[in-house]
């Protein structure tokens, strides 16, 4: 199983990013996937997830009505719509995915089994 984060880059403070994770060797179908991010020095932090056959969400609050998490089951990829970017959500974000996730557990990274190799995020002042 391979997921391959993609769609980072460099933004200003205000502006949007779209992240995509598309899975080699596995489908979504019966997993919750998620995106979590980690600056330099910080650690790895939740960002989102969603719960792929029915679409649950979970959101941090720290980006709770600027990111928004979806999914395509055609394309087998889930997104990351990120609004109004702040300096402070510059990191490398990360996807991951498993089976089986319960809602409470959505944001703890110990319950993702496979993991992306993450797309950096550069928000300029």
């Known amino acids: 199983v391979q997921l391959q984060a993609y769609g980072g880059g460099l933004v200003q403070a205000g502006g949007s990013l779209r992240l995509s994770c598309a899975a080699s060797g596995r489908t979504f179908r019966s997993d919750t996937m998620a995106w979590f991010r980690q600056a330099p020095g910080k650690e790895r932090e939740f960002v989102a997830a969603i719960r792929w056959r029915d679409r649950v969400t979970s959101y941090a609050e720290s980006v709770k009505g600027r990111f928004t998490i979806s999914r395509d089951s055609v394309k087998n990829t889930g997104y990351l719509q990120m609004n109004s970017l702040k300096p402070e959500d510059a990191a490398v974000y990360y996807c991951?995915?498993?089976?089986?996730?319960?809602?409470?557990?959505?944001?703890?990274?110990?319950?993702?089994?496979?993991w992306g190799m993450g797309t950096l995020v550069t928000v300029s002042s």
């Open positions: 991951s995915t498993s089976q089986g996730v319960i809602i409470s557990a959505m944001g703890n990274p110990t319950t993702y089994r496979y």
